[in-house]
């Protein structure tokens, strides 16, 4: 979508600054006229309404009085009471009041259709007009009330003899004694009394109409509708209706046969009847309706006026703004092309210095890992050293152990051949003793019964040199067979304690070796600490220059970020001046410089590469005397270099 130029914008803004005030304006007028004129049209149709029901309740009072005085009019009191006493209709003085009434209704002018006089049976007595006696009128309200002893109106009703309303009016006759002997009813026309009401007009198009307590019209400026409309009936009528038959006066405003409108109420007390004024609300509007056209004719004529003056106004606006945003424009251009060589340049800077310092970084852990292996190695070597002394003492102890147990070993084979010796002995004196115990039984057997005790301690003897000689004769088996093994065992003691011998002179050979390796360790371990602060030293001298050339590099960016900056504003405002489609709003100042801290090598490449032209423009452009860039520097190219953006020599460079 295309936005609005500044000409658009300044038209509109004029416009809006004439129209919004001329609509709030012209709008409050009509309000305040429509609710003045609104309360002036409920006034009058209240105050209307109010007078004729004033009229015809003063009406309906002097027609009450009047059926009091006939009712208490000396004959027809004589002749309700002498019927009420004798039952006999047929009496002469019937017929007088009949005359009477007929006289009576001749004099009041012809607004009564008929004057009855009924016993308290509702049977007819006597009229004024000679008609039938054969109807009664018990079963009407307005004789039960009237019989009960209170004058009152009845409902309007159709006259059958003419077909136009009447109202009946029944008030009871009292004897002297004030005893109740019958009722007058006078049948009131009611086209008399309510005429003035259906005649009256409230502006062209409102009139007034009379309902009774039932909501039956009962007086309509639409004959037809006389007595035959009921406003319970009428769709739209249902809040006025609810309202005029609780007895409440007041305004209220309907919608009737699709037409607003608005009534005035007010009640008739002493019939039940209440009057109805009503008035299109379209009429009582209509000079709103004439000031709002007037107000949009008046509006349409400013808006013209006041197009036509901001037209001239946003032109005379634009085009020096034009001029500027041009300026801006071209110079904005021309700081960004410099401000991505700047950036490129120092970002190659940060790249070197960051790969060189990952390299130093790379070799210091790997000259740690080794010094720490080395040193490791160094500590082993101790370690093995200190076990191989320890080993010397062990082996010199054995080999002194392995002495003195060749040494055992010779003087208990030298006792086993003493033992050996003894255990011969033995044998020799048991064999001597068998001999002897031989000789013994011998002579035993000689001397007979004399020596038989002899010859028995002689066999035992015997027995016992048997045992003597096989016992040593066991032991000096068990003795030869140890001497043979203790023999043995001298000789392979000779020969552990030769090969003993020979372990402890290897023992002292490997440890001298182990010694000279361990302090050959320790010198490695040393110098490889030295290297390691060596390059310790090296790597703090790369990062510092590494931090440099990043620090160059953000401050590079920077200057692109505001040049980029630069350029989304004169968009923006090329965008005003001219309108444009997808205008790139940018960040704020702020946002560009925490992003520049964050991102500035990424955002450089993207400029870069979002601008390949960028490094053929000028770094620098010269403005004239208008502020705009100079002419002959717009569509200059030239190759800036590297040394040109950042002017460091060798000497500079010596750190790295």
């Given at each position: 979508?295309?936005?609005?130029?500044?000409?658009?914008?300044?038209?509109?803004?004029?416009?809006?600054?004439?129209?919004?005030?001329?609509?709030?304006?012209?709008?409050?007028?009509?309000?305040?006229?429509?609710?003045?004129?609104?309360?002036?049209?409920?006034?009058?149709?209240?105050?209307?309404?109010?007078?004729?029901?004033?009229?015809?309740?003063?009406?309906?009072?002097?027609?009450?009085?009047?059926?009091?005085?006939?009712?208490?009019?000396?004959?027809?009191?004589?002749?309700?009471?002498?019927?009420?006493?004798?039952?006999?209709?047929?009496?002469?003085?019937?017929?007088?009041?009949?005359?009477?009434?007929?006289?009576?209704?001749?004099?009041?002018?012809?607004?009564?259709?008929?004057?009855?006089?009924?016993?308290?049976?509702?049977?007819?007595?006597?009229?004024?007009?000679?008609?039938?006696?054969?109807?009664?009128?018990?079963?009407?309200?307005?004789?039960?009330?009237?019989?009960?002893?209170?004058?009152?109106?009845?409902?309007?009703?159709?006259?059958?003899?003419?077909?136009?309303?009447?109202?009946?009016?029944?008030?009871?006759?009292?004897?002297?004694?004030?005893?109740?002997?019958?009722?007058?009813?006078?049948?009131?026309?009611?086209?008399?009394?309510?005429?003035?009401?259906?005649?009256?007009?409230?502006?062209?198009?409102?009139?007034?109409?009379?309902?009774?307590?039932?909501?039956?019209?009962?007086?309509?400026?639409?004959?037809?509708?006389?007595?035959?409309?009921?406003?319970?009936?009428?769709?739209?009528?249902?809040?006025?209706t609810e309202r005029v038959l609780c007895g409440q006066q007041g305004v209220e405003s309907y919608r009737f046969d699709g037409v607003d409108k608005t009534a005035?109420?007010?009640?008739?007390?002493?019939?039940?009847?209440?009057?109805?004024?009503?008035?299109?609300?379209?009429?009582?509007?209509?000079?709103?309706?004439?000031?709002?056209?007037?107000?949009?004719?008046?509006?349409?004529?400013?808006?013209?006026?006041?197009?036509?003056?901001?037209?001239?106004?946003?032109?005379?606006?634009?085009?020096?703004?034009?001029?500027?945003?041009?300026?801006?424009?071209?110079?904005?251009?021309?700081?960004?092309?410099?401000?991505?060589?700047?950036?490129?340049?120092?970002?190659?800077?940060?790249?070197?210095?960051?790969?060189?310092?990952?390299?130093?970084?790379?070799?210091?852990?790997?000259?740690?890992?080794?010094?720490?292996?080395?040193?490791?190695?160094?500590?082993?070597?101790?370690?093995?050293?200190?076990?191989?002394?320890?080993?010397?003492?062990?082996?010199?102890?054995?080999?002194?152990?392995?002495?003195?147990?060749?040494?055992?070993?010779?003087?208990?084979?030298?006792?086993?051949?003493?033992?050996?010796?003894?255990?011969?002995?033995?044998?020799?004196?048991?064999?001597?003793?068998?001999?002897?115990?031989?000789?013994?039984?011998?002579?035993?057997?000689?001397?007979?019964?004399?020596?038989?005790?002899?010859?028995?301690?002689?066999?035992?003897?015997?027995?016992?040199?048997?045992?003597?000689?096989?016992?040593?004769?066991?032991?000096?088996?068990?003795?030869?067979?140890?001497?043979?093994?203790?023999?043995?065992?001298?000789?392979?003691?000779?020969?552990?304690?030769?090969?003993?011998?020979?372990?402890?002179?290897?023992?002292?050979?490997?440890?001298?070796?182990?010694?000279?390796?361990?302090?050959?360790?320790?010198?490695?371990?040393?110098?490889?600490?030295?290297?390691?602060?060596?390059?310790?030293?090296?790597?703090?001298?790369?990062?510092?220059?590494?931090?440099?050339?990043?620090?160059?590099?953000?401050?590079?960016?920077?200057?692109?970020?505001?040049?980029?900056?630069?350029?989304?504003?004169?968009?923006?405002?090329?965008?005003?001046?001219?309108?444009?489609?997808?205008?790139?709003?940018?960040?704020?100042?702020?946002?560009?410089?925490?992003?520049?801290?964050?991102?500035?090598?990424?955002?450089?490449?993207?400029?870069?590469?979002?601008?390949?032209?960028?490094?053929?423009?000028?770094?620098?452009?010269?403005?004239?005397?208008?502020?705009?860039?100079?002419?002959?520097?717009?569509?200059?190219?030239?190759?800036?270099?590297?040394?040109?953006?950042?002017?460091?020599?060798?000497?500079?460079?010596?750190?790295?």
């Amino acid at each position: 979508m295309k936005k609005m130029t500044l000409n658009l914008k300044l038209l509109l803004g004029g416009i809006a600054l004439v129209l919004i005030p001329t609509l709030v304006i012209g709008l409050f007028s009509i309000h305040n006229a429509t609710n003045a004129l609104r309360e002036a049209s409920n006034r009058e149709l209240f105050a209307t309404a109010k007078g004729a029901a004033e009229t015809i309740e003063a009406a309906m009072r002097a027609e009450i009085a009047m059926v009091k005085e006939i009712a208490s009019g000396n004959t027809v009191v004589d002749v309700a009471t002498l019927v009420s006493q004798s039952g006999n209709r047929g009496l002469k003085e019937v017929e007088n009041i009949s005359r009477r009434l007929a006289n009576t209704m001749k004099q009041i002018g012809g607004q009564y259709e008929n004057i009855i006089l009924t016993d308290l049976n509702g049977t007819i007595v006597a009229d004024g007009v000679n008609g039938p006696k054969d109807i009664s009128l018990a079963d009407r309200e307005y004789f039960k009330t009237a019989k009960s002893g209170t004058v009152n109106v009845g409902p309007a009703v159709k006259s059958k003899k003419t077909g136009n309303p009447i109202v009946c009016l029944a008030s009871p006759v009292k004897s002297p004694s004030g005893e109740i002997v019958g009722v007058v009813t006078v049948l009131l026309k009611a086209d008399a009394l309510l005429e003035t009401i259906a005649g009256t007009k409230v502006g062209k198009t409102g009139y007034a109409f009379t309902v009774d307590k039932e909501g039956t019209a009962i007086a309509h400026p639409k004959k037809e509708l006389i007595l035959s409309a009921n406003l319970r009936k009428l769709k739209g009528m249902e809040s006025i209706t609810e309202r005029v038959l609780c007895g409440q006066q007041g305004v209220e405003s309907y919608r009737f046969d699709g037409v607003d409108k608005t009534a005035g109420f007010a009640p008739v007390p002493v019939a039940g009847w209440y009057v109805i004024t009503t008035l299109d609300n379209a009429e009582f509007l209509a000079p709103v309706h004439s000031m709002r056209n007037w107000i949009l004719t008046m509006g349409a004529v400013i808006l013209a006026l006041s197009a036509v003056t901001v037209i001239f106004f946003a032109r005379s606006v634009s085009k020096p703004i034009t001029t500027v945003v041009e300026g801006l424009g071209d110079g904005a251009e021309q700081v960004a092309s410099a401000s991505c060589q700047v950036s490129s340049a120092s970002q190659q800077l940060a790249e070197g210095a960051s790969e060189q310092a990952a390299a130093i970084e790379e070799t210091s852990s790997s000259l740690e890992e080794v010094s720490s292996m080395i040193k490791q190695n160094a500590e082993n070597a101790g370690e093995a050293n200190r076990l191989m002394e320890e080993a010397k003492r062990i082996v010199e102890r054995a080999s002194q152990s392995m002495g003195q147990l060749t040494s055992s070993m010779e003087e208990i084979s030298t006792a086993s051949q003493d033992t050996q010796k003894i255990i011969k002995t033995i044998d020799e004196i048991a064999f001597q003793t068998n001999l002897l115990a031989l000789n013994a039984a011998v002579e035993a057997a000689r001397a007979g019964e004399a020596g038989a005790g002899f010859a028995v301690v002689a066999d035992e003897v015997r027995n016992l040199a048997l045992r003597a000689a096989d016992a040593a004769k066991n032991t000096a088996g068990l003795i030869e067979a140890t001497v043979k093994k203790v023999k043995e065992g001298s000789e392979s003691l000779i020969t552990t304690n030769r090969e003993f011998v020979e372990i402890a002179t290897s023992v002292n050979r490997s440890g001298d070796l182990v010694g000279e390796i361990a302090a050959a360790s320790s010198e490695q371990a040393q110098g490889i600490q030295q290297i390691s602060h060596a390059v310790a030293e090296m790597e703090k001298v790369v990062q510092q220059n590494s931090a440099t050339a990043e620090e160059s590099a953000a401050a590079a960016e920077e200057m692109n970020a505001q040049a980029e900056q630069m350029k989304v504003y004169v968009a923006g405002l090329t965008a005003l001046v001219r309108g444009s489609k997808n205008v790139r709003t940018g960040p704020t100042k702020t946002s560009m410089r925490e992003e520049t801290t964050k991102k500035w090598s990424t955002k450089a490449l993207q400029t870069c590469e979002s601008n390949p032209r960028a490094l053929t423009k000028p770094a620098v452009a010269r403005s004239n005397d208008n502020g705009a860039p100079h002419p002959s520097l717009r569509g200059s190219v030239r190759q800036v270099s590297p040394e040109e953006m950042i002017p460091f020599d060798g000497e500079d460079l010596k750190d790295f």
